[in-house]
Nanobody, 121 residues
Framework: QVQLVETGGGLVQPGGSLRLSCAAS????????MTWYRQAPGKERELVAG????????NYADSVKGRFTISRDNAKNLAYLQMNSLKPEDTAVYYC??????????????WGQGTQVTVSS
């Protein structure tokens, strides 16, 4: 079955860095784009970054452009989110997500359990 496991969260001071990892299993990782989302307390879950199957194209939320970098290693079935220059407003639970078409062509979203990132002095 499809499984996504995020790791790498933690407590970091403003201006610090963290690298999140998303370990994927149960599907052909290299065939699907991957995305990172985050959800802060009391807020909607929001898209942070996305990456195509080969990593040749990426996109970012305006709030993280120039600070975050999404990447992937298809040989290891891993997706990453490198977060630099972290701000208190980056505090959230971070999730990775993949959408896989089902037998009827309708994509089904799979989410990891999330990893907590807290930016505070």
């Amino acid at each position: 079955q499809v499984q996504l496991v995020e790791t790498g969260g933690g407590l970091v001071q403003p201006g610090g860095s963290l690298r999140l990892s998303c370990a994927a299993s149960g599907f052909t990782f290299s065939n699907y784009p991957m995305t990172w989302y985050r959800q802060a307390p009391g807020k909607e879950r929001e898209l942070v970054a996305g990456i195509t199957t080969t990593g040749g194209s990426t996109n970012y939320a305006d709030s993280v452009k120039g600070r975050f970098t999404i990447s992937r290693d298809n040989a290891k079935n891993l997706a990453y989110l490198q977060m630099n220059s972290l701000k208190p407003e980056d505090t959230a639970v971070y999730y990775c997500k993949v959408e896989i078409p089902q037998w009827n062509g309708i994509p089904l979203a799979y989410w990891g359990q999330g990893t907590q990132v807290t930016v505070s002095s």
